[in-house]
Nanobody
Framework: QVQLVESGGGLVQAGGSLRLSCAAS????????MGWFRQAPGKEREFVTA????????YYANSVKGRFTISRDSAKNTVYLQMNSLKPEDAAVYSC?????????????????????WGRGTQVTVSS
């Protein structure tokens, strides 16, 4: 099992920045990719970004490219999501997820059901 705990959410003005963290514990050696998803009220959960756990591969949704950056600290088993130039439409509950599966395409990790473990999420609110 892998446990994931997010932190760093909060309230920020439009145009501002936030950094989310996701600390992994347990059988972290089994992780292949870590991802971030978000879900706004009344909307489906959507892919934000993902990163190889032991590779430099990164994946971004078009809506966040150039504004969000995913990174990791392997020594701390932690993945970060740096969010800049935040917009009101970025407001959502952000959840990190881990998968042990090896994908066969760049978009493989865009789908939430391919992730095995999930954190509880952290709220991001963006005021206009």
């Amino acid at each position: 099992q892998v446990q994931l705990v997010e932190s760093g959410g909060g309230l920020v003005q439009a145009g501002g920045s936030l950094r989310l963290s996701c600390a992994a514990s347990g059988r972290t050696f089994s992780i292949y990719v870590m991802g971030w998803f978000r879900q706004a009220p009344g909307k489906e959960r959507e892919f934000v970004t993902a990163m190889g756990w032991s590779t430099s591969s990164t994946y971004y949704a078009n809506s966040v490219k150039g504004r969000f950056t995913i990174s990791r600290d392997s020594a701390k088993n932690t993945v970060y999501l740096q969010m800049n130039s935040l917009k009101p439409e970025d407001a959502a509950v952000y959840s990190c997820a881990a998968t042990t599966r090896v994908g066969y395409s760049d978009t493989y990790y865009y789908t939430d059901y391919r992730y095995d473990y999930w954190g509880r999420g952290t709220q991001v609110t963006v005021s206009s």
